[in-house]
């Protein structure tokens, strides 16, 4: 079992910049792979960004591509989700997931969740 607690989330203008985090804490002997995903209001939640924690790699849905950065401090245990160039389509509750398996997108086979935090992008 793992706590996530994720912060960061707030309103900002087209082309700003925002960093969300999420720490993780509880103990276990499992490695946990952390992801981010997002749900926008009447919209499914999405799959936005993953890092297997083991090895740093990296997945990052193509619409967050080039724009979103996925990193994690080990001793701090704790993922990043730098997300700059924001647009207002980036709208949407902000969710800090835990897997213990390998990473996939879809949202069902993730075990454990943060409460979100709200990330709002004026035009």
């Known amino acids: 079992q793992v706590q996530l607690v994720e912060s960061g989330g707030g309103l900002v203008q087209a082309g700003d910049s925002l960093r969300l985090s999420c720490v993780a804490s509880?103990?276990?002997?499992?490695?946990?792979?952390l992801g981010w995903f997002r749900q926008a209001p009447g919209k499914e939640r999405e799959f936005a960004s993953a890092i297997y924690w083991r090895s740093g790699v990296t997945i990052l849905a193509d619409s967050v591509k080039g724009r979103f950065t996925i990193s994690r401090d080990n001793a701090k245990n704790t993922v990043y989700l730098q997300m700059n160039n924001l647009k207002p389509e980036d709208t949407a509750v902000y969710y800090c997931a835990a897997t213990t398996g390998t990473i996939s997108k879809t949202p069902q086979s993730w075990r454990n969740w943060g409460q979100g935090t709200q990330v709002t992008v004026s035009s």
């Open positions: 509880g103990r276990t002997t499992s490695t946990y792979n």
